[in-house]
């Protein structure tokens, strides 16, 4: 038995008040001269007996209750009910690189035997796992497992390890148990550096189901008015040869030759004047390789560039904003921004508008609002800058919010920019440049009440610097400091530039014009194989590929495998400290002690009344 | 005459004794206050030598009616007695510790019963009945064979007052001794509290009743005994024994009450089926229904 606050058994030596009042209690028992003592003792012995009796009963029932009103306080559990190595989770790899020739059907003899391992009364949980981990049986008897192993088959997600050591702690719930992951060790089933981290109650194993290093697999395609570029990718350690092929509605409508070096991509240009709208699948052949990543969908038609309004007080402003746009280049993901004086916002044709930039709010009469307004409710991003040029009262009055902001906050040099999610898809593909971040230096900034929006990044002195909210079908966002360098040097560093590309981006996706997903991203409405689908409110054509990452066979070691994998100490420090308080939560024996406690004072009551 | 009833009454509550200066003085103010009131009782004359007649009043004994008288004349008349002179009368009174016990009573049982022998002593004397008396705790401490000579009453009426609290008490031994030295049938007065083991006390009463003795009984208890009015966890110790029960006088309150309701209804059995007057006496109480069961009982035994 541990206990989670120990320290509150201390008052457990409250017993002593009952037990010292029960002695002085007898002690200052006065005599009294009496001639009938004999009346007295002959018939009430049985009483004094009985009496003693129920005095013992009332302290014990006294010490008793102090004692469990103690111990519930000091939330007790049982280690000893952890059921220790008792749990056995046997994770199954259904990626689509296990779908190569006989690969899936080793790994499901692997399983099967590992779950044959398990001793008497060890429990057997299967998990199936690609870019997304699921619980197939839960802890269970061996019979559930192996029946369960059968329902599992290769899909076509990609591999994500950090799922599986996510999923397996959630069953172990805090308890000790052995994770076997079934897996060809891939080594796209590590984002980058990424590491998982996994309890250290939790053992870890890992059963290679033996990997096919060969895989020839169509990466991309690419249609253009003259062509279609397809890109090939061999990890074999020969040269491949063969034809490539177009398909459009089912049948072929071009072919090409290619030949891709061991261990090399390549480009094919494919003679195929595509049509402007429909969908194209290019394939090759490799019967050695996977299956899944031989056929790739492209979605055919000329893609309108995002196009963002900046919304001024004059001419000036926006320019960094506008530089940094600019930096995407001429590619399909460009992004054309176009700047208009407030004044000119009425007779802005917002409908090719992905988002507004609104770096002022002077002189933006009541049309200009509700022209903002419907195009967000539409479904329309808007990034709001603040600067002095922007009245948050404005904006309040554009959308009905509460009072946003309660002034400006004046900053010391010491404050900086930290986002609280890194994963926010306006952070995550910061990679290290996010520690460019804390560079910047932010003199002056909005104080806003966060009521209503959710925090995405705050300065370290804990105001809000990045905020998002749904507004309708749209997105805003806030910046609580300027673009323009008058509160911040942030145009001057190198973050500045993805956090203005990645922001737009991201209030511009609630019109979502996406048209390639790979499987496990689709939209609702996709399914889970490869494919072309409608998808949307527009019923637009979307193609649905598999992660390409997930073609490349190049296994990792098992040593490797596991050092990717952090150990969380749970004997230890807070690691211990959580640990214990799953345990004791789960548990709750606390509960039974104060009803427990809640007894024994209902039977001193009825005791003490009889 | 109501005044000077209510009076001589008051002359019997124990309070009012209590601060009597004689046993003599004690035992007289008792007796004429009893006797005061007597006049409007049943009881007359106790004497079977004829003294004269008077007219029936109602009230009178039925059995002292002339019949013939009333036959002759058709009027009723009662025959008056001169008292008889050759009773012989023996007070026990129980001189242990626990008799000196004074809770809710002006007076301790002793004290109490010391002045209820004198009042017998003295209404006795005045009957000029033979009157002894016996002290005794575990064992006869003091004897005064019965007399009825003059100057008899101011020795026993003297021993009453010098009486001490002895220690324990054995109420059978002296009866036994009594019952085995009485020559002839007499009337025995027992004044105890009777709170040791009733058996021997029984066992020695029969045997004074089996010698042709008339026997009464006075079990004496102090208010306290009788209802055991105390308050808060208290170490009760024997007066006699020194033993101890500490209790809760509320919790144990009642089986003591059935205890001694026990002790008496067995007591009043016992000793009823074997001819004894019994009579228990609280002495918070006036001496006036002690004094009448000694003159029921007397009334029998002639």
């Avoid at chain 1, 072929?252 to 030949?259: E, F, L």
């Amino acid at each position: 038995m541990n206990f989670l606050y120990p320290a509150f058994l201390l008052g457990g030596l409250a017993i002593a008040i009952p037990i010292v009042l029960h002695f002085m209690r007898r002690d200052i028992a006065p005599a009294v001269p009496f001639t009938a003592v004999r009346l007295l003792q002959r018939s009430p012995v049985t009483r004094s007996k009985r009496r003693r009796l129920r005095d013992l009963l009332l302290l014990a029932a006294r010490v008793v209750a102090l004692l469990l009103l103690a111990g519930a306080f000091a939330r007790p559990y049982m280690a000893a009910a952890n059921p220790g190595a008792a749990l056995r989770i046997v994770a199954v790899d259904r990626s689509y690189s296990m779908n190569a020739p006989g690969r899936f059907a080793q790994a499901i003899a692997l399983a099967t035997r590992a779950i044959d391992e398990a001793g008497g009364g060890e429990r057997v949980a299967v998990v199936a796992f690609d870019d997304h981990a699921d619980t197939i049986s839960p802890p269970g008897t061996a019979t559930a497992a192996r029946a369960a192993l059968q329902g599992i088959t290769p899909g076509f997600g990609a591999t994500r390890y950090a799922e599986v050591c996510a999923k397996a702690a959630e069953i172990a719930a805090g308890d000790e148990a052995r994770l076997i992951v079934i897996t060809d060790l891939q080594r796209g089933g590590w984002d980058g550096d990424d590491r998982a981290a996994l309890p250290a109650g939790i053992s870890l194993e890992v059963r290679d189901p033996g990997f096919s290093s060969s895989n020839l697999s169509v990466v991309s395609v690419t249609p253009t008015p003259e062509r279609v570029i397809a890109a090939l990718r061999n990890t074999g350690a020969q040269s491949r040869t063969g034809r490539i092929r177009v398909e459009q509605d089912g049948r072929i409508v071009q072919t090409a030759p290619y030949r891709v070096g061991p261990n090399s991509s390549v480009d094919i240009p494919i003679a195929y004047h595509a049509p402007e709208t429909g969908s194209i699948a290019v394939s090759v052949d490799d019967s050695e390789g996977l299956p899944a990543d031989n056929t790739r969908y492209a979605v055919l038609g000329v893609t309108r560039p995002q196009t963002v309004l900046f919304v001024r007080s004059g001419s000036n402003g926006g320019y960094f904003a506008g530089r940094a746009l600019a930096a995407i280049g001429a590619s399909a993901e460009r992004i054309a921004v176009r700047a208009i004086a407030a004044p000119a916002m009425p007779q802005e044709d917002l409908s090719h508008t992905s988002a507004i930039v609104l770096l002022s709010t002077r002189a933006l009469d009541q049309r200009a609002r509700d022209a903002i307004a419907g195009f967000v409710r539409a479904g329309g991003g808007l990034f709001i800058a603040s600067s002095p040029e922007v009245e948050s009262a404005v904006l309040s009055a554009i959308f009905g919010w509460k009072s946003l902001t309660t002034g400006t906050i004046e900053m010391p040099a010491s404050v900086a920019l930290s986002p609280i999610d890194s994963r926010h898809p306006v952070f995550r593909p910061f990679g290290p440049l996010a520690a460019n971040l804390g560079q910047v230096r932010f003199a002056r900034a909005w104080r806003v009440s966060s009521e209503g929006w959710d925090v995405v990044a705050r300065f370290t002195d804990g105001n809000a610097a990045f905020l998002e909210r749904r507004e309708g079908r749209g997105r805003v966002v806030l910046f609580t400091s300027d673009l323009d360098r008058q509160w911040n040097d942030f145009p001057l560093h190198s973050a500045f530039v993805p956090f203005v590309i990645e922001s737009v981006r991201y209030v511009s996706g609630p019109q979502d014009h996406g048209r390639d997903y790979v499987v496990g991203a689709a939209p609702a409405g996709a399914g889970a194989r490869p494919g072309v689908y409608r998808a949307g409110s527009e019923n637009r054509l979307i193609a649905v590929n598999v992660d390409p990452r997930e073609g490349v066979t190049t296994p990792m070691g098992r040593d490797e495998f596991t050092a990717r994998v952090e150990r969380v100490d749970t004997t230890r420090g807070s690691s211990a400290d959580a640990r214990s308080l799953h345990l004791e939560s789960r548990q709750s024996y606390w509960r039974y002690g104060l009803l427990l406690m809640l007894a024994a004072l209902v039977a001193e009551s009825f005791v003490g009344r009889t | 005459m109501p005044q000077a009833a209510s009076r001589d009454v008051r002359f019997l509550d124990p309070a009012v004794i209590a601060r009597l200066g004689t046993m003599e003085l004690k035992a007289r103010t008792v007796v004429e206050g009893f006797l005061a009131g007597l006049h409007r009782s049943p009881f007359k004359g106790f004497s079977v030598e004829f003294a004269e007649y008077r007219p029936y009043l109602p009230g009178d004994d039925l059995s002292t009616l002339d019949w013939k008288v009333y036959a002759r004349s058709d009027r009723h008349y009662v025959k008056k007695f001169e008292e008889e002179t050759n009773l012989e009368c023996h007070v026990l009174l129980d001189v242990s510790a626990s008799m000196a016990y004074r809770g809710g009573a002006p007076m301790s049982k002793l004290e109490y019963g010391s002045v209820l022998a004198a009042s017998l002593a003295f209404l006795m004397n005045r009957q000029r009945d033979a009157t002894g008396l016996v002290a005794f705790d575990e064992r006869i401490a003091f004897r005064l064979p019965a007399r009825a000579r003059p100057g008899h009453l101011h020795a026993l009426l003297l021993a009453l007052e010098q009486l001490k609290p002895g220690t324990r008490s054995d109420v059978g031994r002296p009866l036994h001794q009594l019952a085995e030295a009485l020559l002839k049938r007499s009337l025995v007065v027992l004044i105890s509290d009777l709170l040791d083991d009733p058996e021997p006390a029984i066992k020695g009463l029969r045997h004074l009743k089996f010698r042709g003795s008339d026997v009464v009984v006075f079990q004496l208890l102090d208010p306290y005994e009788l209802t055991f009015p105390f308050r808060g966890a208290s170490r009760f110790r024997d007066v006699e024994s020194s033993d101890e029960v500490t209790a809760d006088p509320a919790s144990v309150r009642a089986a003591y009450l059935r205890e001694l309701a026990g002790l008496t209804r067995r007591y009043d059995r016992e000793l009823r089926g074997a001819g004894i007057d019994y009579v228990q006496i609280d002495t918070s109480q006036p001496l006036d229904f002690a004094l009448l069961s000694y003159l029921s009982a007397r009334a029998r035994r002639k």
